[in-house]
């Protein structure tokens, strides 16, 4: 079975500053895709940014950026700028490619200070 | 494009009553998931399609919830009877199909369901 862990329950930065918001899985499949999502109070579920297990390239999407570590089974997100929209709670989730099965963490409360 | 769409958006029951959740997910997507969020919590998935038939329903309590779709369009998500712990926002996702390049979710803003 896969496990998502997200060891940081809250986290809090100003506006401006830099964030990064840690995430280790567990897996024996070798083809898989990782995928960050942001849940604001609104409660709607927004895919932030996702990464292919095969790439090599860590994954960018202007000021989000993923550090993809596969030997390790790290998968961190890297909020530069921070914005005050940045608010929410962040998922870090996993899918095994063809089991089409998408297993969340459990989150980190990110909020951006004034 | 219309996202997915859910309702009701509240629901307040006692324990040991029923209720059912409607989704209507984005048009041409065979997946569609159904998502039990406790409090505080990430999402668990309760039962997930594709097309009309399941694939996973592992995890679904199925002494107490059912799900289904028909015409592989539309789905409901019935709990009957509530218990206080059922008490958490149910969460609708669909896609196109995992496994062809297409590999992103979309939610609904989800039902938030408190059991007194």
């Known amino acids: 079975a896969q496990t998502v862990t997200q060891s940081q329950p809250e986290m809090s930065v100003q506006e401006a500053e830099t964030v990064t918001l840690s995430c280790t899985y567990d897996?024996?499949?070798?083809?898989?895709?990782l995928f960050w999502y942001k849940q604001p109070p609104s409660r709607q579920m927004i895919l932030v940014i996702r990464?292919?297990?095969?790439?090599?390239q860590n994954a960018t999407e202007n000021r989000f950026s993923v550090n993809f570590q596969k030997a390790a089974k790290s998968f961190s997100l890297k909020i530069s700028d921070s914005q005050l929209g940045d608010t929410a709670m962040y998922f870090c989730?996993?899918?095994?490619?063809?089991?089409?099965?998408?297993?969340f963490g459990q989150g980190t409360r990110l909020t951006i200070n004034p | 494009e219309a996202g997915v769409a859910q309702s009701p958006r509240y629901k307040i029951i006692e324990k040991r009553q029923s209720v059912a959740f409607w989704c209507n997910p984005i048009?041409?997507?065979?997946?569609l998931y159904w998502y039990q969020q406790i409090l505080g919590q990430g999402p668990k998935l309760l039962i997930q399609?594709?097309?009309?038939?399941?694939v996973d329903d592992s995890q679904l309590p199925k002494d107490r919830f059912s799900a289904e779709r028909l015409k592989g369009v539309d789905s409901t998500l019935k709990i009957q009877p509530a218990k206080l712990e059922d008490s958490a926002v149910y969460l609708c996702?669909?896609?196109?199909?995992w496994g062809i390049g297409d590999t992103e979710a979309f939610f609904g803003q989800g039902t938030r369901l408190t059991v007194v």
């Open positions: 996702a669909s896609s196109l199909a």
């Open positions: 048009s041409g997507h065979a997946t």
């Open positions: 399609f594709q097309n009309n038939g399941v």
């Open positions: 897996t024996s499949e070798n083809n898989y895709y």
């Open positions: 990464q292919e297990a095969y790439k090599q």
């Open positions: 989730a996993f899918l095994v490619q063809g089991a089409q099965k998408l297993v």
